[in-house]
């Protein structure tokens, strides 16, 4: 590992942490536009943030030490998957420390220790939030993996760095199969976002919550790092979609040219992505939860779909 | 350009193509199921217009604009009347377990390809490829008339199975001769006025056009 490696992977990690809850805010600001609603400033999360970290925290009687160190565990995973996911640069590092399907592996684990926090005071809403999460999760999990592997096949590696270089460096081609696997995994990214068919992020008290419901006793610093993460999440997200269906100017290695000239292309599609992201929130309503495996069938079939096309006409 | 990108756009189509047959076959509402189906015929139209413009066959502009005469614009248009005179622009159908049925679809599709692969070895065309995928888009129509039990879907996905047959035709021999072709085209077109005949007479003695009623011999 070379030093100039090493400072263009912190320097994306650390672009990852600042520009995640920006991209959340530029999210609310959309949907408040389209919902004719005056917006909160761009900067709103941050605010959030800073105060929820300058509160108290207060913790149930019987909370474990597994509810204090959750959050921290959560953000740790959801950092490390930014870092992973090539934003500015391919060829870094920590994009050799997880191919494509520990990467979703890493996604499952901060599932897990927030499921099992939800579940830890023993509240009514958190049990039921971790268990929606989880039904959320198994279903969803299968169809992103499909997703990736569609784009392996593509480019013959699992590892997302070497799948972007494949993409973004060849000659332009159309395949049919990533419209496919393009549909899907906005399905799914829907879903594990606690977006708006699967979840409402703008609800704090309602029967239908997911997310919500389960990091209700959370408070002070520990809710901030939790928020932190959910933006680090849909971050995440993002990124993942944009290296598998629009890595244009990525670059190659620690070319620092090549970072600074890929960040405002970075920008342009993270503000334009979290329109889209805004839209489609607006034009669908919230389903009943006993629709959300309907859903997610349907995005695992059109995965699926997307493998058998890239077999029949590309291969 | 044209040559380099039009067997991959012919591609993408197709691929449109098996995906609006998805959607078809998950649709509830009869109003999108129709506009699913002219959105099905307009892909056909370009598909096969593609074709026309790659190969040169120009009986192939012939049936690409009779596509979009038929398929897009009259057929939708007497299925949206059809369903304002029936009443049941607005109708539901409570399908039985969708996953099930995608999944099934999942089955058909990967036995379309399986079928289509030798034939394409074969075959010399620029579409060769995209045979599988009017077998399969075929066979969905068909498995959509079985899980239907409302008339006009039933009538919907009879018109979808003549889609798919036509992008087989033109995917592997680039479409049929022009009599033939215009011979299933008033087929098709007379089968459909047909079917709204009979629709309003299942409606006169049965109250609704749910083609259940038609399965028991006896009134009770």
Redesign the interface.
């Known amino acids: 590992m070379n030093l100039a490696g090493a400072a263009a992977q912190f320097t994306e990690l650390m672009l990852a942490l600042l520009l995640a809850p920006l991209l959340t805010g530029w999210v609310n600001q959309c949907r408040a536009w389209l919902q004719n609603r005056s917006a909160p400033g761009l900067l709103q999360p941050y605010r959030v943030l800073a105060k929820l970290f300058d509160k108290e925290v207060v913790l149930a009687h019987n909370a474990s030490p597994l509810f204090r160190t959750a959050p921290y565990l959560i953000f740790g995973c959801l950092a490390l998957a930014a870092a992973i996911v090539p934003t500015l640069a391919t060829g870094l590092p920590l994009n050799a420390a997880a191919d494509a399907i520990a990467l979703v592996g890493l996604l499952a684990l901060a599932r897990f220790f927030i499921a099992l926090a939800g579940m830890d005071v023993g509240t009514a809403f958190g049990t039921l939030g971790a268990r929606r999460e989880m039904m959320v999760g198994f279903l969803a999990e299968p169809a992103l993996l499909m997703v990736l592997f569609t784009a392996s096949l593509i480019s013959q590696s699992s590892s997302l760095s070497t799948i972007v270089d494949a993409l973004g460096h060849r000659e332009f ?2 395949y ?2 990533m ?2 696997a393009g ?1 899907a995994f906005t399905m799914v990214s829907l879903a594990e976002n606690a977006r708006i068919p699967v979840d409402n992020p703008a609800t704090h008290l309602e029967l239908t919550m997911i997310h919500e419901a389960m990091v209700l006793e959370y408070s002070g610093r520990h809710l901030a790092m939790i928020e932190w993460a959910a933006s680090l999440k849909l971050f995440v997200y993002s990124c993942i979609g944009l290296a598998l269906f629009f890595p244009f100017g990525i670059a190659q290695g620690g070319d620092w040219l090549g970072i600074v000239l890929a960040l405002p292309g970075l920008l342009v599609k993270l503000a334009l992505g979290g329109a889209a992201l805004a839209l489609i929130e607006m034009m669908s309503a919230k389903m009943r939860i006993f629709r959300a ?2 859903f997610l ?2 995005a695992f ?2 995965a ?2 997307a493998m ?2 890239h ?4 291969g | 350009m044209l040559q380099h ?1 039009g067997p ?2 012919i ?2 189509l ?3 193509l ?2 609006l047959a ?1 959607a078809m076959l ?1 649709q509830r509402r009869i109003l999108s199921l129709i506009n699913l189906f002219a959105a099905q015929g307009l892909v056909l139209f370009l598909a096969t217009a593609l074709v026309a413009a790659l190969t040169g066959q120009s009986h192939l502009y012939w049936s690409a604009g009779l596509t979009l005469a038929l398929k897009v614009m009259l057929l939708p248009w007497i299925l949206h009347r059809l369903i304002r005179r029936l009443n049941v622009k607005w109708d539901v159908e409570t399908l039985l377990n ?2 099930t049925t ?2 099934a ?2 089955v058909l ?2 036995l379309a ?1 399986n079928l289509a ?1 030798p034939i394409s070895q074969l075959a010399g065309t620029v579409t060769r ?2 045979l ?2 009017a077998m399969a888009s075929v066979l969905l129509s068909f498995l959509m008339m079985i899980t239907r039990s409302k008339a006009v879907p039933q009538v919907v996905g009879f018109l979808a199975m003549e889609n798919g047959l036509f992008f087989a035709a033109t995917a592997a021999v680039y479409g049929m001769p022009m009599v033939v072709e215009l011979g299933v085209a008033l087929d098709v077109l007379v089968a459909s006025l047909i079917l709204g005949v009979f629709l309003f007479q299942i409606r006169e003695r049965f109250d609704s056009v749910d083609t259940r009623h038609l399965e028991k011999l006896k009134e009770h």
């Open positions: 081609a159309i049919p199969s419209a496919f549909v495996p309907e069938g349907t079939l059109l699926v779909l058998l096309v077999v029949l006409l590309e | 990108y991959q756009l591609n993408l197709a691929a449109v098996l995906l998805f998950s969708i996953p995608m999944l679809g999942i599709v990967i390809f692969a490829s995209t599988g995928i």
